[in-house]
């Protein structure tokens, strides 16, 4: 029999999941609300009537289809490129000797402390005097590397016997052999994890892509979140919820996928300093 510390315990898990689950299921029961009952009965998660009318004014007043595909794009090539420049960086960082290794490194992990703000106006005019201002290109290219994912990659490969590597070495394997079938297989899950993490990032980006885009047609879903909820758009309560729904679904899944590489990176990452 459980105890009354655990029950508690239990209860205090259960109370803080509920917490955490409640936007998500707040956003959900508005989506199928109309807007009247969405302001007077807002603590009321089952709908009263419910209805898809909010859902299909999206899809009317959004060309929904192309600004998912935008939203898509941007977050599978920010990833792509993020990852990979990841995995040979952490690769050099770990088994290449060079002068000033260390000094570097840390170089490059003190710009993970760099706000934002910093950055955002030199890229912003480097990205319009390129002519990729009010295209996806624009939003892409400020992000082909992160620092973050250097070092959890990093982190994962220090983890790997040297002995497998030297084994390598005397076999005559070139350094792409060594990292495609000895390094890459064994830091599977850190690679996997942060390329979700990166993913969900640069799906949910919202600063950056209001700066570059300006047309409807090149927006990605946050920023058609932001026109139901701004002076512009009104106060389509109900529809915003619509698109919040949308824009929560492939994140989530991927999350809910790829849960257990996701934590079992974290919870490695400092294992090996």
Sequence with gaps: MKTDRQIKWHILLV??????????IFAISSSFKELSEAYGNVF????????LNNYVQVFSRLPLAQITTNTFVIAVAVTIFKTVTGIL?????????????????????????????????????????LGFRNS??????????????????????????????????LDKAGHMKILGDIVLPLVKPAVVSTGIMFFINSWNEYVWPVL??????????????????????????????????????????????????????????????
């Design 15 to 24: 109370s803080a999941l509920f917490l955490s689950l409640m936007p998500i």
């Design 44 to 51: 009321s998660l089952i709908p009263e009537q419910p209805t």
């Design 89 to 129: 960086a952490a690769y050099a960082f770990v088994y290449f000797e060079f002068k000033g290794k260390n000094v570097l490194y840390f170089i490059l992990i003190s710009t993970i402390f760099v706000p934002f703000t910093v950055t955002m106006i030199p890229n912003y005019l480097t990205v319009s005097q």
């Design 136 to 169: 996806i290109v624009g939003v892409i290219m400020p992000q082909l590397s992160d620092a973050t994912g250097i070092f959890l990659i990093r982190q994962a490969m220090r983890t790997i016997p040297r002995s497998l590597i030297e084994a390598a070495r």
């Design 212 to 273: 570059i885009l300006k047309d409807k047609v090149n927006y990605t879903l946050p920023l058609a979140l932001q026109l139901f909820i701004s002076s512009e758009g009104g106060t389509d309560f109900t529809v915003a919820m619509a698109v919040s729904v949308i824009t929560m679904i492939i994140p989530l899944a991927l999350y809910i996928v790829f849960q257990r590489y996701i934590i079992n990176t974290f919870t490695s990452s400092g294992i090996k300093g």
